[in-house]
């Protein structure tokens, strides 16, 4: 009992020290709304481009768009300036931040929007929004964004995080604190023999990003990465769709006179067959179709082999020939429909 | 579900509070029965439909033994038929499955590969022991076998110890689920430090290291130097993740009213293989000990072989069956020879599992020695296969490239940094096991906890065996 209550008594202490002494240090005012805090700058780099150049594709997507769609050999079969904003490590949020920001806000309109995505993806409104995927959004979002907090971070809290949010500075200044943790962890030894922060992040760059991974270790950590899109939850898509960006997304292309048309890529994801990812495209399809929103799966695509593929989500150079040619065939169908 | 999920807090805030509100032990068993099965068919239900037909079979197997003991040797042979079975099915059916596809297809059948991937059911090797324990131990007549259904099966599936144990012995946790339960505060002085404990060393130190070490294994031909970080690396992260699952399985059991059994002892003081095993996953360990590595030597007396040979061969063979239980690959089991072959050569060298030299010169070189015997064995046991273990040892250079050098050093930091906690909370445990350094550890883990908590959170690392 005395431990316990010995052990009470300092961490109170070291809270009330806590709520005390990291408020001024890191602006915070209490109680504050959930949600991480976004900054003033917000990138128009893509708004610019297509203002100037006026492409009439323009292509949305993460790493399986880069390494899946070639935007000129795309521009050559269709006949239409193509311009591709993969972002790697993009998600259905950063998709939503671009579509809003970045494309409706450019006053000449491509005549096709094009959002590549795979599986579940667009109903995964939390899906890559923490950590480093978090300084990737905050890029290309403006100070305040009710919507994309809403859905991608405070409806995926559960009561003791809200909580935690609105009234526990600690709580809130933890990505902070620990950075500086990190930091000191990371940079100390390498300085030591010279390696200064550029030196070091250089290196770790370059390690991390790099394609030189054992297989089967490539296999493991894709797959973990993706599990997230394949829980029973995330396949439930009528209970996912209004919880997630996409009715934004499409909201907005309408407003501002956008075609959105959605891509499905195909992954070797090893549910591919599931009945449940079946249900759920199913769902989807209808949902999009109700809506007028034109849907390309090629999700079980035959012609897409698995010798076309680098690893379970990426096509390889070959694959993005046939995969560019495939989705050219599809955008140049909905264009002759319209 | 995951024991640092908010799923499991609620689950837990539920079975907890109707728990003691029963006043009868029937009632809480049963609602403990209940739970156990809800939290192991929580990702799957057939998990727990097959949890329950095996545990049927064992234990009218068992009373089996109990009514007709002249045919003992038939049930319990039945029981490792049906347990053996479905563990090595489960747990070696992917290992081959390519294999299988591959022969499938020659017969002309056109197989889907997602058709023949099985999922290994989460903690079916842990409970496969407790059952092959009580089934041997029934036989022998070191146990009577209960008469009660609800008692048996919530032996087997109580839920702190379902995914990755401890392996509890019968004789430990049934007298306890026999016995009434009541409440007293001395439980939850119990239990509040292993659960602050379990949560710190999950989410503090072996998240946090698993970053590098997980790149560093990732890469398809790191240098010696990189390998060897990782591996310093991983001998720090499997120590802070399978410790923190029993700590926290610990906790909660006291808070359910039970009291479980320790899995680790300062594993990395020790200075033999043999102290090791004493020290490191401690029921795995023991089980072995006296349902393999016993009847082995016992067998092997009766064959008066030669006595090197007598020495020899029941760590070996033990040891094999735990490298082979720890997962399907060639790197596990030539893990589990390593140490067989450990235990073996200081055995013959008449070096016994408690022995412990008089200087501090040769103690601190035995534990070094030791020391970097367990955490090459690490680097093996964690190795994306046995292939590229190999690779590593004998072809890819030692020197690393220069971001190889930064990572490899990062990782290292990461290490020394990450142990201290470990290392401070050994010395406190044994100089001032209730002081306010003691309580002022507590507080400052609790406090790191809330910098380092995210929602998600990676799984325990045991839970794929």
Known sequence: ?338 | MAFTSYDFLLFFLIIFTLHWSFPKRRWQNLLLLAGSYYFYGWVQAWYAVMLGASTLADFFLARGIALRPNRKRLFVALSLALNLGVLAFFKYYNFFSDDVISLLNSMGFNTNPLLVQIALPAGLSFFTLKKLGYMMDTSRGALKPTHTLVDFALYVSFFPQLIAGPIERPQKLLPQIEAPRIWKADLFHKAWPLIVMGFFKKLVIANSIQVTVDRAFGFAEPSGFLVLSASLGYTLQILADFSAYTDLSRGVSYLLGFETSENFRQPYLSLTPTDFWNRWHITLSTWLRDYVFFPVRRALLRFKLNEKLAISIPPLVTMFISGVWHGAGLNFVVWGLYYGVLIAAYQLIGIRGDWKPNSKLKLFFAWLLMFSLIAFGWGMFRAPSLAWFVNVMFNSPFAPSHNEFILGIITLTMALVYSLPLAAKHLLDRYAPEGWMQAAYHAAAVTLLIIYVNSASSDFIYFQF
Request: proline share 6%; with cysteine; net charge negative.
């Open chain 1, 1 to 338: 009992m005395r431990l316990f209550l010995k052990f009470s008594l300092i961490l109170t202490i070291i809270l009330i020290a806590a709520s005390v002494i990291l408020p001024p240090a890191y602006r915070w005012t209490f109680p504050r709304s959930p949600g991480p805090t976004l900054d003033r700058q917000m990138r128009t780099n893509h708004l610019k481009y297509i203002e100037e150049n006026q492409p009439r594709i323009v292509l949305i997507g993460d790493s399986t768009l880069v390494l899946g769609i070639d935007a000129s050999a795309l521009a050559e079969e269709t006949g239409k300036p193509a311009y591709s904003i993969g972002i790697p490590g993009s998600a259905s949020a950063l998709w939503y931040l671009l579509i809003k920001n970045n494309i409706a806000d450019a006053s000449f309109k491509p005549d096709h929007v094009v959002v590549v995505f795979r599986d579940t993806i667009l109903t995964a409104p939390g899906y890559r929004v923490h950590g480093s995927y978090f300084a990737l959004l905050d890029e290309y979002a403006k100070r305040n964004e009710p919507v994309l907090i809403e859905k991608s971070f405070v409806n995926l809290m559960n009561p003791l995080e809200l909580m935690a949010e609105k009234y526990s500075p600690l709580y809130v200044s933890r990505s902070e604190l620990r950075k500086e943790i990190d930091t000191g962890i990371r940079y100390f030894a390498p300085a030591l023999f010279g390696c200064d922060k550029n030196c070091t992040d250089y290196a770790l760059g370059e390690l991390f990003e790099g394609a030189d991974m054992e297989p089967g270790a490539l296999v493991e950590a894709v797959g973990a990465a993706e599990s997230l899109l394949y829980t029973s939850e995330q396949l439930d898509f009528e209970s996912q769709v209004d919880r997630s960006l996409l009715p934004d997304m499409i909201e907005i292309a309408k407003t501002n006179d956008i075609n959105l048309v959605f891509v499905r890529i195909k992954v070797k994801s090893g549910v591919e067959n599931s009945p449940e990812l079946d249900r759920y495209l199913v769902s989807l399809q209808a949902y999009l179709k109700e809506r007028s929103v034109p849907l390309l799966d090629f999700g079980n695509d035959p012609r897409l082999t698995d010798d076309l593929f680098r690893d379970s989500i990426h096509f390889n150079k070959k694959g993005m020939e046939l995969f560019t040619q495939i989705v050219a065939e599809g955008l140049m169908e909905i264009s002759a429909e319209r």
